[in-house]
T-cell receptor, first 112, second 111 residues
Framework: GENVEQHPSTLSVQEGDSAVIKCTYS??????FPWYKQELGKRPQLIID?????GEKKDQRIAVTLNKTAKHFSLHITETQPEDSAVYFC???????????FGTGTRLKVLA | NAGVTQTPKFQVLKTGQSMTLQCAQD?????MYWYRQDPGMGLRLIYY???????DKGEVPNGYNVSRLNKREFSLRLESAAPSQTSVYFC??????????FGQGTRLTVV
């Protein structure tokens, strides 16, 4: 089955700097890669996703890149703000199914 | 629209007790999921259901059973609770290969 690894587990950045979170996946047939944000005590919510036929997608300060050859994808947050502080999860769909396998999460702290 | 609704929100069980976590969605989604979340372990898939009447094991199915009663409801049962099952449980639903919507979670403690 699919295996998703996520790094780093914690990340601290100064307000206004950029943050990058990286994930690798094992199943070359995976075709959908979402990113979720989870604030303390709340449910995970989708912030951006990318499909395997696209190399990059951007939504305001958030972007995701996908390298199918290397089987890795990354989340980029520019001009970070204190409200970006949360746990971020990457996920990949297991091939032939709609099962979403998640990474172990990155706790992002944006320091004011 | 309520989205995905889980009950209960909190539960304390004694070792060996059984219970069922309920989940319902009103978005007419085919796919439904049960995840558990433990510190440092992320969200781990327990069971998945692609449609009414079908279920599939996830990463950590041992100790759990599920039932997809109809398109709206997907329940998770612990037959004999163990302390290792202390966790936060999330139900989710999604359109096929699309955004997953999560319930508010159930915090379960097994003593």
């Amino acid at each position: 089955g699919e295996n998703v690894e996520q790094h780093p587990s914690t990340l601290s950045v100064q307000e206004g700097d950029s943050a990058v979170i990286k994930c690798t996946y094992s199943d070359s047939a995976s075709n959908y890669f979402p990113w979720y944000k989870q604030e303390l005590g709340k449910r995970p919510q989708l912030i951006i996703d990318i499909r395997s036929n696209v190399g990059e997608k951007k939504d305001q300060r958030i972007a995701v890149t996908l390298n199918k050859t290397a089987k890795h994808f990354s989340l980029h947050i520019t001009e970070t703000q204190p409200e970006d502080s949360a746990v971020y999860f990457c996920a990949a769909s297991e091939s032939g199914t709609y099962k979403y396998i998640f990474g172990t999460g990155t706790r992002l702290k944006v320091l004011a | 629209n309520a989205g995905v609704t889980q009950t209960p929100k909190f539960q304390v069980l004694k070792t060996g007790q059984s219970m069922t976590l309920q989940c319902a969605q009103d978005m007419n989604h085919n796919s439904m999921y049960w995840y558990r979340q433990d510190p440092g372990m992320g969200l781990r898939l327990i069971y998945y259901s692609a449609s009414e009447g079908t279920t599939d094991k996830g990463e950590v199915p041992n100790g759990y059973n599920v039932s997809r009663l109809n398109k709206r409801e997907f329940s998770l049962r612990l037959e004999s609770a163990a302390p290792s099952q202390t966790s936060v449980y999330f139900c989710a639903s999604s359109e096929d290969t699309g955004e997953a919507f999560f319930g508010q979670g159930t915090r379960l403690t097994v003593v």
